[in-house]
Nanobody, 123 residues
Framework: VQLQASGGGLVQAGGSLRLSCAAS????????MAWHRQAPGKERELVAD???????EYADSVKGRFTISRDYAKNTVYLQMNSLKPEDTAVYYC??????????????????WGQGTLVTVSS
């Protein structure tokens, strides 16, 4: 299983960026897909997530500015980031709760991480 993230970069405050993350490999289904971020010297935090049913949740700090969406056919999650602020500067990681096959007919859920993509917002 691989999560491939893309879309980070340098943007001025007030600008926009769109992150993408595609899941590939062998899995039964995708439950939740999410974006997390980790700023220098800080712990990783959840930015937004979206369930298989389309329910979304956002961190208070990004509500009204970021939008998470999902292309179920492409196993891809997006994060549209608008009105970016310098405090949004961080390495952004996608994550996904996947159901994968174990031994025999067993399946189990496991959380997978993509590589980080750096978002830098200049003031």
């Amino acid at each position: 299983v691989q999560l491939q993230a893309s879309g980070g970069g340098l943007v001025q405050a007030g600008g926009s960026l769109r992150l993408s993350c595609a899941a590939s490999g062998s899995f039964v289904s995708i439950n939740v897909m999410a974006w997390h971020r980790q700023a220098p010297g800080k712990e990783r935090e959840l930015v937004a997530d979206i369930t298989s049913g389309g329910r979304v949740e956002y961190a208070d700090s990004v509500k009204g500015r970021f939008t998470i969406s999902r292309d179920y056919a492409k196993n891809t999650v997006y994060l549209q980031m608008n009105s970016l602020k310098p405090e949004d500067t961080a390495v952004y990681y996608c994550g996904a709760d996947l159901r994968v096959r174990g031994k025999g007919w067993n399946t189990y859920s496991s959380y997978y991480w993509g590589q980080g993509t750096l978002v830098t917002v200049s003031s």
